[in-house]
């Protein structure tokens, strides 16, 4: 079914004047707007960042203690969890000289390794692990020069970060 | 012709040439600037203060840039093409006057390189030969979309340069003259004692034509038919690159500052001083003790930095409305030229040509 709508044209419609003279308001205000103003849409990115939401998911990283020492007991449920399978978990036993803390991190991650290219920033993992150990950072500037640089192992995931990033 | 004028005319040549070269690169700047502040984005800042050098950075790369030449092109009107259209442009501001003239050791310095009794013709035929490279590039690329976009160009500066000139008609029965100073005399007086006898207010109907058809002339948008990025890749200079895109490219601004100064010369009062600037000058030489030859000069310098300015609007609403209104379709745009233009310039034309019979000449 078709609709049709007439609509009636009055003479300063058909001469079209009148709407190119709004059309050319529309541009200048924006004009003035962003030169006189700075209210510009676009930002200055390297100097000048987004803030994005408390929420938002980045670059991995494992929570330490005051000691350095890794939260995470080598568990497997973020490996477990991973849809992407980027996770690769081998563990150990930390050694009993080293280990003041008793039973409760007597295991540890001999390696840790997140492939950035599988992860799909879920954050599963963040919710899977018991001991709040990985979790995303609100880093978004990822890019690596080499394929090498984007497999993050545990020197890596265990550096610092002030609240999430 | 005397030591002394053969000086003065390269001097102005000099002037002129570098005043107009300097010009695009700022004009470009401002195209992208411009653009840019008017749909709220930032726009190239980072080469030089505020971005300016960007135009530069284009050059060093346009130059350094591998000169190819398509296999099959018809390689001497391709080589041809770019180069009429950096110097047909160039040509036409010849005969603009851009200003009274200079008095120096008693001699008068008139600012036009070439006072030609026939100044509008000379500058119409100049700004015709623009049409030529658009076919010559078209034809000799040997392409597809530059052939579209040869044909289109050419037959929509064919049709609007008839509305052109009959506007132009219009505003030649009303000077009574072609010589392009004499008609800047004459606008340079006052209406019902405050309103500078401008074009615009004589015969603004013939304004409107002009504006339109200039605007179809230089190819810019809303008529940027001939080069339709959307669907011809880049028009008629699609296997153009380098240094010979580059010449395109600089010979559509030239040509835009070209038809700005005509349009300004013609319905603005061309280098004719704002009302009320005479009282300014009169008041800065009473100031100095200047004699009557000195004031002139800054009365020279005062319509030139006039004219520049009027022309610097000018250039500011070409790239306002480039970055307000959508492009034509090819059927609209004839139509708008041949059944809406063509006829409203002949109806404007008899108009004048009774009036002007009706109030005695």
């Known amino acids: 079914m078709t609709i049709i709508v007439s609509r009636k044209e009055t003479f300063w419609d058909k001469i079209y004047l009148p709407a190119l003279a709004i059309g050319l308001k529309v541009t200048i205000k924006q004009f003035y707007r962003t030169l006189f103003r700075g209210e510009s849409t676009t930002i200055q990115y390297p100097e000048q960042k987004r803030i994005y939401s408390q929420r938002f998911r980045g670059e991995h990283f494992i929570s330490v203690d005051a000691n350095k020492t890794e939260n995470c007991t080598s568990c497997y449920l973020c490996q477990t969890v991973c849809p992407a399978e980027c996770i ?46 990985i979790k995303l950072s609100r880093n978004y500037e990822m890019a690596k020069l080499t394929r090498e640089d984007t497999i993050y192992d545990l020197d890596h995931l265990k550096r610092e970060v002030k609240g999430r990033g | 012709m005397t030591l002394f004028d053969i000086i003065a005319l390269l001097l102005k040549l000099v002037f002129v040439l570098a005043v107009v070269l300097n010009a695009v690169p700022v004009v470009i700047w401002f195209e992208r600037r411009g653009s840019a502040w008017m749909q709220g984005r930032v726009g190239p800042n980072r080469v030089g203060p505020f971005g300016l050098l960007q135009p530069v950075a284009d050059v060093i790369k346009f130059i350094f840039k591998e000169d190819f030449v398509p296999k099959e092109a018809s390689k001497f009107y391709y080589h041809v093409a770019p180069m009429i259209a950096a110097v047909a442009p160039f040509a036409a501001f010849a005969a603009i006057p851009f200003g009274s003239f200079l008095a120096i050791g008693g001699q008068q310095v008139p600012l036009q390189i070439a006072s030609l009794d026939i100044g509008i013709l000379s ?66 007086q006052l209406m019902f004692g405050f309103m500078p006898r ?77 009302p009320g600037l005479e009282t300014v000058i009169a008041g800065i ?49 004839m139509n708008l030229g041949w059944k809406i233009l063509f006829p409203l310039a002949l109806v404007n034309l008899l108009f004048v040509a009774l009036v002007i019979a009706w109030m005695g000449g």
């Open chain 2, 285 to 333: 030489a009473g100031a100095l003790q200047l004699s009557p030859e000195w004031t002139q000069n800054i009365r020279a310098a005062f319509q030139v930095a006039g004219f520049i300015f009027k022309v610097g609007c000018m250039m500011f609403f070409y790239v306002w409305v480039r970055w307000t209104f959508p492009r034509f379709r090819f059927d609209q745009l």
């Open chain 1, 88 to 133: 690769t978990i081998i563990a150990e036993e930390r050694p009993a000289e080293e280990n003041p803390y008793g039973v409760r991190k007597e295991k540890r991650p001999a390696r840790f390794d997140i492939d950035a290219l599988r992860c799909c920033f879920c954050g599963f993992c963040e919710e899977a692990c018991p001991k709040d150990a």
């Open chain 2, 123 to 188: 500058v119409l035929a100049f700004a015709g030969l623009e049409v030529y490279p658009i076919m010559l590039a078209g034809w000799a690329s040997n392409n597809k979309y530059s052939m579209f976009g040869a044909l289109r160009g050419s037959s929509q500066m064919v049709s609007y340069e008839i509305a052109l000139g009959l506007s132009l008609v219009s505003m030649l029965l009303i000077y009574g003259t072609l010589n392009l100073t004499e008609m800047v005399v004459y606008q340079d």
């Open chain 2, 198 to 274: 401008w074009g615009i207010f004589l015969n603004p109907i013939a304004f409107l034509i002009f504006l339109i058809a200039i605007f179809a002339e230089t190819n810019r948008l809303p008529f940027d038919l001939p080069e339709g990025d959307a669907e011809l890749v880049a028009g008629y200079h699609t296997e153009y690159g380098a240094t010979k895109f580059a010449m395109f490219f600089f010979a559509e601004y030239v040509a835009m500052i070209m038809a700005s100064s005509l349009l300004i010369t013609l319905f603005f009062g061309g280098y004719a001083l704002f």
